[in-house]
C-alpha cells in the first residue's frame, strides 16, 4: 500500500487516531458522518474495486471450459492463476516504490488500463499460452491497483476514514463473493463472457476515476527501491514470508485445483465458489477480529492452520463425494478468511516497518507459493488421482503451522497488541485477500 494510505503508520503509533492523506492534511479516523454520504470519488474507486476483487475468483467457473476448448491440459490450465500470481507477487515488491512517485491517481489509472487491455486480450485469444501470457498483464494491473485503492478511498473520504473504511471493506467481500458467481453465470454461455465482462466493467470503472477523482496537491514521501526486499532480512518478517508461501500452497489447492474434480458446470462451480468467496469475505472483515478479542494472533494461526489441514484432508479422501466436497469448500473459505487476515496483521506488526514496505515484502513472498501450487496439484492429479492435490494442500498447512510454532518468539512484537485502528484493519483485510 502506498504510505498515504496510513501516513507511514508504525507499529509502536498504530493507536493513534491522526493520519494524513496524499496532499499531507490531517484526517481523523473517526466516524462523523455516515457510511454512505462520501465523495464521488470514493464511490469510483469503491466500484473499481468490487471488479478489481472480482477477477480473483472470475476464472475459477471457467477453468475446465477452457481446457475442452483451446484443447489444454489441466496443468496448462492452472498455469492462469500461476502467470497472474507471479507477475503481481513480483510487482506487490515495488508497488509502494512506484506509487510514492507517480502518486495515487497515476497508479489506479495506470493499472485499470492494464486490466482494461490484457483481460481484452484474454477474451479472444485462440490459444491456452495466449491466455497464460495475457494473465500475467493483468496480474500487473491488479498489484498496481489494489495496492493503491485502499490509499485513495481513505485520503478521499469525507466525516472521518471509519466509514470510508467499511464502505472499502464492504467492495472487497462483494468483489471476493460475486466474482465466481459472475464467472459462472457469464461462462455457462463462453469461457470468453467473462473476460468480456470484466473488461466493460474495469472501462466504466477507468471513466469513473479519471472523472470523479481529483490528484493530489503533493505527493507522499518517497520509498526507496529496494525497501521491501531489505525488509526480508528481519528475522520476524523473513519467518512469516515462508510461513506465508507454505499457507498459500494450500490456499490456492483448494481455490484453483477443486473445479476439476468438482465436475460441474461453469455454473455449478460459480455457486460453489460464490458459497466460497461469501464466507471468505464474512471471517476476513468480522470474524478475525472477534477472534483476536480473545487469543493472540500466534495463537490464532496455530488454532486455524491444523483446522484448514483436516478440511483439506476431508475434501481429498471424500473427493469423489460431490457434497462433501463442496462442503469442504465453503468451510475452506471460512478458515481461509481468519487467516488472510490474521496472518496479514502479524506481518504489519512483527517490526518497526512502515507498512507499506512490510506489506510488500511480505505480499511479494507469499505469491511465490501461490503461483507454484496449481501446476503442482494437477501435476500430482496426473500420477495419483485427485486425492493426491489435497494431501499436498494438507501437508502444507502443516508446515505453515509448524514454522510459526517453532519460529514463535519472534512474534511476541505482532502478540503485544491492542485494538487496531481502522486503517491498520482494511490494509490487513487488503493484502491478504488479495492472494
Same mark, same amino acid.
Given at each position: 500500500?502506498?504510505?498515504?494510505?496510513?501516513?507511514?503508520?508504525?507499529?509502536?503509533?498504530?493507536?493513534?487516531?491522526?493520519?494524513?492523506?496524499?496532499?499531507?492534511?490531517?484526517?481523523?479516523?473517526?466516524?462523523?458522518?455516515?457510511?454512505?454520504?462520501?465523495?464521488?470519488?470514493?464511490?469510483?474507486?469503491?466500484?473499481?474495486?468490487?471488479?478489481?476483487?472480482?477477477?480473483?475468483?472470475?476464472?475459477?467457473?471457467?477453468?475446465?471450459?477452457?481446457?475442452?476448448?483451446?484443447?489444454?491440459?489441466?496443468?496448462?490450465?492452472?498455469?492462469?492463476?500461476?502467470?497472474?500470481?507471479?507477475?503481481?507477487?513480483?510487482?506487490?515488491?515495488?508497488?509502494?516504490?512506484?506509487?510514492?512517485?507517480?502518486?495515487?491517481?497515476?497508479?489506479?489509472?495506470?493499472?485499470?488500463?492494464?486490466?482494461?487491455?490484457?483481460?481484452?486480450?484474454?477474451?479472444?485469444?485462440?490459444?491456452?499460452?495466449?491466455?497464460?501470457?495475457?494473465?500475467?498483464?493483468?496480474?500487473?494491473?491488479?498489484?498496481?491497483?489494489?495496492?493503491?485503492?485502499?490509499?485513495?478511498?481513505?485520503?478521499?473520504?469525507?466525516?472521518?476514514?471509519?466509514?470510508?473504511?467499511?464502505?472499502?471493506?464492504?467492495?472487497?467481500?462483494?468483489?471476493? =463473493? +460475486?466474482?465466481? &458467481? /459472475?464467472? $459462472? *453465470? @457469464?461462462?455457462?454461455?463462453?469461457?470468453?463472457?467473462?473476460?468480456?465482462? #470484466?473488461?466493460?466493467?474495469?472501462?466504466?470503472?477507468?471513466?469513473?476515476?479519471?472523472?470523479?477523482?481529483?490528484?493530489?496537491?503533493?505527493?507522499?514521501?518517497?520509498?526507496?527501491?529496494?525497501?521491501?526486499?531489505?525488509?526480508?532480512?528481519?528475522?520476524?518478517?523473513?519467518?512469516?514470508?515462508?510461513?506465508?508461501?507454505?499457507?498459500?500452497?494450500?490456499?490456492?489447492?483448494?481455490?484453483?485445483?477443486?473445479?476439476?474434480?468438482?465436475?460441474?458446470?461453469?455454473?455449478?462451480?460459480?455457486?460453489?465458489?460464490?458459497?466460497?468467496?461469501?464466507?471468505?469475505?464474512?471471517?476476513?472483515?468480522?470474524?478475525?477480529?472477534?477472534?483476536?478479542?480473545?487469543?493472540?494472533?500466534?495463537?490464532?494461526?496455530?488454532?486455524?492452520?491444523?483446522?484448514? =489441514? +483436516?478440511?483439506? &484432508? /476431508?475434501? $481429498? *479422501? @471424500?473427493?469423489?463425494?460431490?457434497?462433501?466436497?463442496?462442503?469442504?469448500? #465453503?468451510?475452506?473459505?471460512?478458515?481461509?478468511?481468519?487467516?488472510?487476515?490474521?496472518?496479514?496483521?502479524?506481518?504489519?506488526?512483527?517490526?518497526?516497518?512502515?507498512?507499506?514496505?512490510?506489506?510488500?515484502?511480505?505480499?511479494?513472498?507469499?505469491?511465490?507459493?501461490?503461483?507454484?501450487?496449481?501446476?503442482?496439484?494437477?501435476?500430482?492429479?496426473?500420477?495419483?488421482?485427485?486425492?493426491?492435490?489435497?494431501?499436498?494442500?494438507?501437508?502444507?498447512?502443516?508446515?505453515?503451522?509448524?514454522?510459526?510454532?517453532?519460529?514463535?518468539?519472534?512474534?511476541?512484537?505482532?502478540?503485544?497488541?491492542?485494538?487496531?485502528?481502522?486503517?491498520?484493519?482494511?490494509?490487513?483485510?487488503?493484502?491478504?485477500?488479495?492472494?
Amino acid at each position: 500500500m502506498a504510505d498515504a494510505a496510513v501516513g507511514r503508520t508504525d507499529p509502536d503509533i498504530s493507536h493513534r487516531t491522526t493520519r494524513r492523506d496524499e496532499g499531507g492534511r490531517a484526517v481523523s479516523s473517526g466516524s462523523t458522518g455516515s457510511i454512505w454520504k462520501q465523495p464521488k470519488a470514493v464511490w469510483a474507486v469503491a466500484f473499481a474495486s468490487v471488479v478489481a476483487f472480482m477477477g480473483i475468483g472470475l476464472v475459477d467457473p471457467i477453468l475446465p471450459a477452457i481446457a475442452e476448448s483451446l484443447e489444454a491440459s489441466p496443468t496448462e490450465t492452472e498455469m492462469l492463476f500461476t502467470s497472474y500470481l507471479v507477475i503481481t507477487g513480483a510487482m506487490m515488491l515495488f508497488t509502494s516504490f512506484l506509487s510514492s512517485r507517480l502518486g495515487a491517481k497515476r497508479t489506479l489509472l495506470i493499472g485499470l488500463s492494464f486490466i482494461i487491455v490484457f483481460s481484452l486480450l484474454c477474451a479472444v485469444s485462440g490459444s491456452v499460452d495466449a491466455v497464460i501470457g495475457f494473465r500475467a498483464g493483468w496480474g500487473l494491473g491488479n498489484a498496481l491497483f489494489i495496492s493503491t485503492a485502499l490509499a485513495t478511498i481513505v485520503g478521499s473520504a469525507s466525516g472521518g476514514s471509519a466509514g470510508a473504511i467499511m464502505l472499502y471493506e464492504a467492495s472487497l467481500g462483494l468483489g471476493l =463473493a +460475486v466474482g465466481p &458467481l /459472475v464467472g $459462472g *453465470l @457469464l461462462g455457462s454461455w463462453s469461457w470468453r463472457a467473462p473476460f468480456f465482462g #470484466v473488461t466493460t466493467l474495469m472501462a466504466i470503472a477507468f471513466i469513473a476515476v479519471v472523472t470523479m477523482l481529483d490528484a493530489p496537491a503533493e505527493r507522499p514521501a518517497p520509498v526507496r527501491f529496494t525497501a521491501s526486499l531489505r525488509a526480508l532480512a528481519r528475522p520476524a518478517l523473513g519467518l512469516l514470508a515462508i510461513a506465508a508461501v507454505f499457507y498459500n500452497m494450500a490456499f490456492f489447492v483448494l481455490l484453483a485445483y477443486s473445479p476439476f474434480p468438482l465436475g460441474f458446470g461453469a455454473l455449478g462451480i460459480g455457486f460453489t465458489f460464490f458459497g466460497w468467496g461469501l464466507g471468505l469475505a464474512i471471517t476476513s472483515v468480522w470474524g478475525a477480529p472477534l477472534l483476536l478479542r480473545f487469543v493472540t494472533r500466534s495463537t490464532a494461526i496455530l488454532i486455524i492452520m491444523p483446522l484448514i =489441514a +483436516v478440511d483439506l &484432508l /476431508v475434501a $481429498g *479422501l @471424500l473427493v469423489d463425494d460431490k457434497i462433501a466436497l463442496v462442503s469442504c469448500i #465453503v468451510v475452506g473459505g471460512l478458515l481461509f478468511g481468519f487467516m488472510n487476515t490474521i496472518l496479514t496483521e502479524t506481518v504489519m506488526d512483527s517490526t518497526d516497518l512502515p507498512r507499506p514496505v512490510a506489506s510488500g515484502a511480505y505480499s511479494g513472498v507469499r505469491f511465490l507459493g501461490g503461483a507454484a501450487a496449481p501446476p503442482v496439484a494437477a501435476l500430482l492429479a496426473d500420477a495419483w488421482g485427485h486425492t493426491a492435490p489435497y494431501v499436498f494442500g494438507t501437508a502444507a498447512a502443516i508446515v505453515t503451522a509448524v514454522v510459526v510454532l517453532c519460529g514463535r518468539s519472534l512474534l511476541a512484537r505482532a502478540d503485544r497488541h491492542g485494538e487496531d485502528p481502522p486503517e491498520a484493519v482494511a490494509l490487513a483485510v487488503t493484502e491478504g485477500d488479495a492472494a
